[in-house]
């Protein structure tokens, strides 16, 4: 059963940091893409960063860039997201996503940032 | 950058009544269309991709159709685990972002 768990979550002060974490199991991790997407209850899924199999392509929302850095390690079937400079706005439910050909066929249950002094 | 349109924003929907869900995009995205379902602290699960192939273990009650900017996603007979918030996202371009529209809420009538 594939299963994705994010963890790393929790309340920060504008400016600060937080690393996200999501773990995989349940199917060869190192063969497929990821992606963060995160959830606003004002805005809806918004995309946020895609990590390619080997980390040799990576991307980022103009949103977050500068910003955020996605990252993987496949030996130990784990996804990342290092989150600097934190805003208001990245207040939100941030999900791990598994990308197939067709769109993000599993997903984690999320993890809740809450960026507030 | 690809902009995806849902209509409506709600849409009240009595236990046992079709539900038909719209979803726009800015241009041409082919088939390169999903459908997913959001709950409250659960996973989102993908329903539709390539715009009417229902994903593994979706119920039959999903269908999806259209092609090139316009989309349906119906549910023809809707159930009560069915209340959720369902989003469309186009897959079409590359590299990334595949865009998302702002989603509709169904709910009880």
């Known amino acids: 059963e594939v299963q994705l768990v994010e963890f790393g979550g929790g309340l920060v002060q504008p400016g600060g940091s937080l690393r996200l974490s999501c773990a995989a199991s349940g199917f060869t991790f190192s063969s497929y893409s990821m992606n963060w997407v995160r959830q606003t209850p004002g805005k809806g899924l918004e995309w946020v960063s895609y990590?390619?199999?080997?980390?040799?392509?990576?991307y980022y929302a103009d949103s977050v860039k500068g910003r955020f850095t996605i990252s993987r390690d496949n030996a130990k079937n784990s996804l990342y997201l290092q989150m600097n400079s934190l805003r208001d706005e990245d207040t939100a439910v941030y999900y791990c996503?598994?990308?197939?050909?067709?769109?993000?066929?599993?997903w984690g249950q999320g993890t809740l940032v809450t960026v507030s002094s | 950058e690809i902009v995806m349109t849902q209509s409506p924003a709600t849409l009240s929907v009595s236990p046992g009544e079709r539900a038909t869900l719209s979803c726009w995009a800015s241009q041409s995205v082919s088939s390169n269309l999903a459908w997913y379902q959001v709950k409250p602290g659960q996973a989102p699960r993908l329903l539709i991709y390539r715009a009417s192939t229902r994903a593994t273990g979706i119920p039959a009650r999903f269908s999806g159709s259209g092609s090139g900017t316009e989309f349906t996603l119906t549910i023809s007979s809707l159930q009560s685990e069915d209340f959720a918030v369902y989003y469309c996202q186009q897959s079409k371009n590359w590299p990334p972002p595949w865009t998302f529209g702002q989603g509709t809420k169904v709910e009880i009538k």
């Open positions: 996503a598994r990308a197939s050909r067709d769109g993000y066929d599993f």
């Open positions: 990590i390619d199999s080997s980390s040799s392509f990576i």
